[in-house]
């Protein structure tokens, strides 16, 4: 049987070497008859989604090129119960197994198919904080007068006004400024320069 280990250190802490971690997982594949495939090592945030050595490892675990993934603990995987769902769920559904040395609860074993369902709950526990703090910091900023979404696209109205004056029409000069015709006329109503007349299509 092929493994695929995983490792993982922090990115910002110099003091972490996964090799640390490496040792550990290769002498737990030679104890269990495991050939090593491949080793995976990220120096990222386990918070981070966007991990390529993890990415890479679910790419082979869809290609069925190992049958199981070893990683120390899962928390090498993934910081996000979120997250950690997504992975042990994708593994499942490609038939690869997962064990995490330090924390033996094998995704095939009774214990692991209810540390699956508990980590579902949990998941849907934590997205539903995320809703909730999202929508508290939204009402505190909102009360507190605060622009909410995009800044404003800072327009060079001068340069504007130097096109017109030139006989630029008006989607001419927005494509030159990079906006849209509706923004430039926006802001020209805005100063008040343009409101006698209707939005030009020119």
Not at 81 to 108: A, F, M, S, W, Y
Request: with cysteine; hydrophobic share 35%.
């Amino acid at each position: 049987m092929k493994a695929g280990l995983y490792a993982r250190v922090s990115k910002t802490d110099d003091s972490q070497n996964p090799e640390n971690q490496l040792v550990h997982l290769r002498a737990y594949a030679i104890e269990h008859s495991l050939e090593v495939y491949h080793e995976y090592v990220d120096a990222a945030s386990g918070a981070d989604p966007h991990r390529p050595e993890l990415k890479r490892l679910v790419k082979d675990a869809r290609a069925h090129r190992f049958s199981i993934v070893l990683a120390v603990k899962y928390d090498r995987l993934a910081r996000s119960v979120i997250q950690l769902e997504t992975i042990v769920e994708e593994l499942d559904r490609v038939g690869i197994k997962l064990n995490c040395i330090d924390e033996p609860i094998g995704t095939e074993t009774p214990e692991g198919i209810a540390f699956r369902q508990m980590l579902g709950v949990m998941a849907q526990l934590e997205r539903g904080l995320i809703r909730s703090r999202t929508k508290a910091a939204l009402a505190r900023a909102k009360a507190e007068g605060k622009r909410l979404g995009r800044p404003p696209k800072r327009i060079d109205m001068r340069r504007a006004h130097e096109l017109r004056a030139q006989g630029l029409g008006y989607r001419k000069i927005a494509r030159e400024l990079g906006i849209s015709r509706p923004t430039l006329w926006a802001r020209l109503k805005k100063e008040g320069g343009e409101s006698d007349r209707r939005d030009p299509s020119s």
